[in-house]
């Protein structure tokens, strides 16, 4: 059994062809406390695999780290998971939030098992009774094709978490279409709903969120986590906060622990207060997630009025589009302001956790420094933090100042980009060949599948384009090392950009795109597609607002990747390009649109 590591604030995402042994060791490198996650592997690819090692082998230093499994049969990915707990994982989790066709389709297991949620209960049973003690948990997303209402979300985690010793969810904030929408689309189309990991936190205040989807680097990661929103933390209010301290709740005791059948929580409104977390029968939360036929068909008649588009969400998405150019206060913008009064002293410091898994295990942190620069045990809603395909393509930018910032070290793993390519040189130098070498010389790992997770590194800095032509040629010549292709090709980098320190999490927070305007919390009516039209009107509307032409009025273009009127589904998703002349016509084709909708 793997030794708890503490809060998992900040994590790399399990991406297919891009978190391999070598990309985590390179970001060990930049961040030694970031948790990383492997590629998903297939249960039967553990089970009947000859070559176990080069799926599941990882050197000690890649602590904290999760095992993704795919699969969707309780009794083999037991199997797996006990082959899975030899190599020392500090995690089991399963997916349940991919939408490739290679996964959902013929394999039936990733986001379709969002479907069968009993199922995906009886798994985690499964993996939990192998696993000896070590953690398991459920990634996922909002919903999948027509089911994906947030009282759908909340019934596969009630029903989920019921059903097994899962306590910890990792929530992917969109849903995803099984059909039509290639796996790039279904992390790019879907509108983000970060304000339902949040919602998930208010009705589930016994499990644990973290949230994946739109952030894309440490600055945004650490707002996400501070972020406490409109409304109390779970389990504090005005008339308990003086004498009870919140605790957070430890991911080591949690997440194998016996379901819990209530909680206390006050009763409150949408708009700001901690309600108590109500769910219904597990026979009620299944008929939400796969209505019987009759239902389904009475529900589709009278979506225009209960289960679609109010005149609320009409008008809210109205003035939406009419004030883009004035967004609404973004959560990253209100935990700026939260950390500035609180440095300033101007409000009090924020209730820190008592666990002790929350402190820094290794001896290295200060206390004073997790505070002042750290996350450290500040109790917010959601439990961590989760970046993808930005981790991947900046590696440097994402995570080298995530230990300082988020997990409150005195001082970042690296210095510099010069000392990253150090350390990885000789780390490529010991593992090449170390899985076969064969009869023809080609060993495996091979130099370009090392070189690969490198290719990022200097990614938007100058020189970065020459260097990686040059790289590329350097490879065609079959090299002997990864340090003999640098040699011939960092000439391309400046000297300053080699040596130049880890860029704050404050210089990121104020050079990235910040969240999404965050919204009122979920209500269970509410879907999970809504609004894609309308998000692609308003950039558009906004193109067209600025942007002059030498031909006439003002144009704009803009591809929408789907029209999709939040109530129908994949069966309504199609592609278009719309020609928007001025705000007028966009505001028509606004008008037009949330007419359809409602009368769908």
């Known amino acids: 059994m793997a030794q708890s590591s503490g809060r998992q604030l900040l994590s790399v995402a399990p991406m297919m062809d891009c978190t391999d042994l070598h990309y985590r060791q390179l970001a060990r490198i930049i961040s030694k406390r ?35 499994l795919g699969g969707s049969d309780p009794a083999t990915l037991a199997a797996a998971v006990k082959k899975v707990v030899e190599y020392g994982y500090d995690e089991i989790n399963l997916n349940c939030g991919c939408p490739s066709d290679r996964v959902a389709g013929a394999g039936c297991f990733g986001a379709s098992l969002m479907l069968q949620p009993d199922l995906v209960a009886s798994c985690m049973k499964a993996m939990a009774d192998a696993s000896n003690g070590t953690a398991v948990t459920v990634k996922c997303r909002l919903g999948v094709d027509e089911v994906d209402s947030y009282e759908q979300l909340k019934a596969f985690i009630n029903i989920v978490s019921s059903g097994s010793p899962v306590r910890h969810f990792i929530v992917h904030a969109r849903k995803c279409f099984l059909h039509g929408l290639n796996p790039h689309q279904n992390r790019t189309v879907p509108p983000l709903r970060h304000e339902w990991v949040y919602s998930l936190r208010r009705d589930f205040p016994h499990l644990l969120f973290s949230l994946n989807g739109g952030v894309q680097n440490c600055g945004e990661a650490k707002a996400a986590i ?43 409104s949408i708009h700001g207060a901690l309600h108590k977390a109500t769910t219904d029968s597990a026979e009620s939360d299944r008929m939400s997630i796969n209505p019987p036929v009759e239902a389904s068909r009475l529900e589709s008649t009278n979506r225009g009025s209960s289960h679609a588009i109010t005149c609320g969400h009409v008008a809210a998405a109205r003035l939406e589009v009419n004030s883009v150019i004035e967004p609404g206060e ?48 500040s109790v917010g809603l959601i439990e961590g933090v989760m970046i993808g395909r930005a981790a991947y393509n900046d590696p440097w930018n994402c995570l ?22 150090e350390r990885y040189t000789e780390y490529c130098d010991a593992i090449m060949g170390k899985f076969g070498i064969r009869s023809d010389g080609h060993m495996e790992p091979n130099v370009r599948l090392l070189f690969k997770p490198l290719l990022g590194l200097f990614h938007a800095e100058p020189g970065s384009k020459r260097w990686k032509a040059a790289v590329d040629g350097v490879l065609k010549q079959d090299p002997p090392s990864v340090r003999h292709v640098l040699d011939l090709t960092l000439h391309h980098i400046p000297s300053e950009v080699l040596d130049s320190p880890p860029p704050s999490a404050q ?48 144009r704009s273009s803009t591809r929408a990747a789907t029209l999709q009127d939040g109530t129908l589904g994949a069966d309504v998703v199609q592609s278009s390009c719309i020609e928007l002349q001025s705000t007028a016509e966009a505001d028509k084709f606004l008008t037009s649109a949330t007419q359809l909708a409602i009368s769908s």
């Open 226 to 268: 501070l972020y406490e929103g409109p409304f109390p933390t779970p389990g504090h209010t005005e008339e308990n906060s003086q004498q009870e301290p919140l605790t957070h709740h430890n991911a080591s005791d949690t997440h194998n622990s016996e379901p819990s059948d209530s909680c206390d929580c006050p009763q409150a």
């Open 507 to 554: 210089q990121l927070t104020t050079n990235s795109a910040a969240f999404r305007s965050f919204g009122d919390l979920a209500e269970p009516q509410d879907r999970a597609g809504f609004n894609q039209t309308l998000t692609a009107l308003k950039r558009a509307a906004k193109e067209a607002a600025s942007t002059p032409s030498h031909h006439g009025p003002k």
């Open 330 to 377: 973004s959560i990253l913008h209100a935990a700026d302001l939260r950390l500035t009064a609180l440095r300033d002293g101007q409000i009090s410091a924020p209730l820190a956790a008592t666990n002790s898994s929350h402190e820094d295990t290794e001896g290295t942190g200060c206390a004073e420094d997790a505070q002042s620069e750290g996350v450290g045990n």
């Open 34 to 68: 970031t948790w990383l996650w492997t590629e998903m592997v297939v249960d039967k690819t553990i089970l009947h695999t000859p070559f176990l090692d080069k799926f599941l082998w990882f050197p000690p230093e890649q602590h904290p780290i999760v095992c993704q």
């Open 400 to 421: 080298a100042d995530a230990d300082r910032s988020i997990f409150g070290e005195p001082a970042n793993a690296v210095r510099s980009r010069r000392e990253v390519l």
